[in-house]
């Protein structure tokens, strides 16, 4: 554990008055670390009102685990979305892997998050903003998702109202063939093809218009974070509609 006041403190005392002065600057800080609970660099940091090192990000990505298991099956969106967040930090090899690790940790439910949480209001926005994307990535929002959200962002400090806001700046727009005003007519136009076409040609438009859109082959080619969460929507909006003329047409 570093004491990032204490060593401040011992330095600076160090320099104004030699072994006297550093051991009263390091006396100081102690008494600041133990105080705010500063316990490493990104502490202080965080309590500077500075952006969290990567290694603290992956509080974020228990939290994303979490989501994507709570209802007992992770599906692929709620992985390519966890891969587009990835990116959107822009995490280096290394950040990479402790996201990884630590979405699979949030997974098993057991990491007890009020107190992270707390310690977190400074993020709080950016954390909900995340959930928020990764609870609509399927285009539903169940009660368990919403529920854990909510009670997250108690902890957070942040208020029902902003919670809304939050919320729907991620849910589906009403246009998206899962909304309100979905159709059959609208999943055809949005694959490209017609009430008559065959089968056979709905699927190679299908699996052509997946892979121009796909964000795991956007991800390699350096795209915005805002050009891959598109991608993410529309792969999903593609999901959707073929699914749909599926079901109206029968086929497999």
């Known amino acids: 554990m570093l004491w990032p006041a204490t060593l401040l403190g011992a330095v600076g005392g160090l320099a104004l008055a030699s072994i006297p002065g550093a051991l009263l600057g390091g006396l100081l800080g102690q008494v600041v670390d133990r105080r705010l609970r500063l316990h490493s660099w990104a502490a202080l940091r965080e309590r500077l009102g500075g952006k969290p090192y990567p290694g603290d990000e992956a509080l974020l990505f228990v939290l994303l685990g979490r989501l994507a298991k709570c209802d007992g099956r992770v599906l692929q969106a709620h992985i390519l979305q966890a891969r587009a967040e990835i990116q959107r930090l822009g995490l280096d090899a290394a950040g990479q892997q402790r996201a990884v690790v630590a979405f699979a940790r949030g997974k098993t439910g057991r990491d007890g998050l009020r107190a992270p949480l707390r310690r977190q209001r400074a993020q709080a926005e950016a954390l909900l903003r995340a959930c928020w994307r990764m609870a609509w990535v399927d285009g539903r929002l169940s009660q368990t998702e919403r529920e854990l959200i909510l009670l997250w962002g108690k902890w957070l400090g942040v208020s029902m109202a902003t919670q809304q806001v939050l919320s729907a700046a991620y849910a589906p727009k009403q246009a998206s063939v899962a909304g309100a005003g979905g159709s059959y007519q609208q999943a055809l136009r ?63």
């Open 190 to 252: 949005l694959l490209g093809v017609t009430a008559d076409s065959e089968p056979a040609q709905i699927k190679r438009a299908y699996r052509r218009l997946l892979s121009r859109n796909h964000p795991d082959k956007l991800a390699g080619s350096g795209v915005s974070p805002e050009r891959l969460r598109e991608a993410t929507e529309k792969t999903r909006e593609l999901h959707q509609a073929y699914g749909l003329v599926r079901q109206q047409r029968g086929f497999r």
